[in-house]
């Protein structure tokens, strides 16, 4: 794998669209994530999205409080609803506190989890 890049494969099933997540965590590539997630939701209409990440590195404090800017130049927004898994226990904390801010700043719906099958219940409502 090239150093920087990041591979997101989306993929549409029943209810909600799976997107996994490698490669390098960085601002560049967060944009190109959640602009790529944006895009793909809007294709298929819809909105309930499952991600699945694996990063090597993540991005600085100072750009996870971008997030909320990032989001909305991406076109994230309210519809949206987000089951993140972070499998990386060394970038999990960042992911914790991106989604933090975001929560704060009424940006997005979405919850952080440590399994897929757990973000996958509350993704689509059947706890």
Known sequence: MMENTVTITPHLQENYLHVDVKGVGNY???????????????????????????LMD?????????HPA?????????????????????????????RDVLTSRSVGYGKLFNDVDTAKRWLLGTN
């Open 28 to 54: 560049e590539n967060a944009l190109t994530l959640w602009t790529s997630v944006a895009q793909a939701c809007e294709q298929y209409q819809c909105f309930n999205v499952l991600g699945e990440q694996f």
């Open 58 to 66: 993540t991005v600085t404090t100072t750009e996870a409080f971008d």
């Open 70 to 98: 990032l989001f909305k130049k991406a076109g994230i927004n309210t519809k949206h609803r987000i089951a993140w898994v972070d499998k990386n226990p060394r970038t999990r904390e960042t992911t914790a506190f991106i």
